[in-house]
């Protein structure tokens, strides 16, 4: 089998460009971290002057600065006043429906200096940020700055995911829906919201609680998300008829994997389903995105990775699940679903 590139022909110039790819990601990190599209939101257009007072931008670099945003298409000059793009006003604006910004900042903060250190991850396989330490992450929740980060990016992530499971899979036909390791439970709002028989219930780490409590109480009608806390490896997950496993099984090792689907395979009710949606990896195609998002994986767990859809299925089929398929999640991500049967001998 021959896998084919997805870029072919590179000139100098293209390998140049590639070499400064970094750059293009740092503008537009710095801009949201400085908060500059939620000031031209809120603000108006400004000149760079303006602009500069207001966000604290020198003026040594603040007209290069802007002028580059504008070129990468994520501002718009008139008359001397810039304003957001229309991608901007649509996704990096906080608290809009497709806000990115959460999952921008996360990656400003951890992944953009883990990358700094690729060269050490893949001579020594070993993560390269100091989240992936044993109680870190119990630790980061419990720090007020850095929990915000990260739950904001996962909002971001579980904002955009909802609208794409909610036209994959037909919820209607069930009744008690679990999410494991659905964080503040912004999924099982948004899938509450659009199917309101439901009973949802998200099992994450006990650390989690206060925060879904917060995070429910400040939506209006207020979402009848329960909480389970506890640890997949450690717990029974609790018992539904759909059972879902979001962006978790690639931080986990393939054996650890393996666990999680036993266990949703024990917890969900017979006719039941379980379905898990990651960047999973294609074995006849190259996917640059999907393949990036494992290298996230090799920088900041001790295990993880994406993985192949062939190896998903197989997994699920070894745990008992039957009808299993593959379906695309958007442009990136897969889901697989497998159903628990009626009738067990």
Known sequence: ?????????????????????????????????????????????????????????????????????????????????????PVASSHLI????????????????????????????????????????????????????????????????????????L????????????????????????????????NPTVFDLPAMGPHLAAHMASMNPVPPVNFRGGNFFLDDLPEGDVITCGHVLHNWSPAERQVIIRKAYAAVRPGGVFMVYDAMLDDDNIDLANTLVSINMLLVTQGGSEYPISDAKQWFAEAGFVDIEARPLGTTDTLVIGRKPLNLS
């Not at 257009?45 to 290069?64: F, K, N, Q, W």
């Not at 700094?116 to 893949?122: D, N, P, R, S, Y």
């Not at 008690?176 to 439901?198: E, P, Q, T, Y």
């Open 1 to 85: 089998m021959t896998i084919a590139p997805t870029v072919v022909g590179l000139t100098p110039a293209d390998v140049k460009r590639l070499g400064n790819a970094f750059c293009h990601a740092k503008l537009l990190l710095t801009a949201s971290e400085i908060g500059l599209f939620a000031d031209l939101a809120s603000n108006g257009a400004a000149t760079a002057e303006e602009l500069g007072e207001r966000v604290g931008i020198h003026p040594r670099g603040r007209h290069d600065f802007l002028t580059a945003l504008v070129a990468l298409g994520l501002l718009e000059k008139q008359d001397g006043r810039y304003a957001n793009s």
């Open 167 to 198: 036209e994959a899979y037909d919820f209607s036909g069930h009744t008690d829906l679990v999410d494991v390791g659905g964080c503040r439970g912004n999924l099982s709002a948004n899938i509450w919201r659009a199917h309101r028989h439901l």
């Open 94 to 165: 906080p608290g809009g429906a497709t806000y990115m910004g959460g999952f921008l900042n996360r990656a400003n903060r951890v992944l953009y200096p883990a990358y700094g250190k690729l060269t050490e991850a893949i001579r020594t396989g070993e993560p390269q940020v100091p989240a992936a330490a044993d109680g870190e992450f119990e630790r980061m929740l419990a720090d007020p700055q850095q929990s915000q980060t990260y739950l904001r990016m996962m909002d971001s992530v579980n904002g955009l995911v909802a609208p794409l499971l």
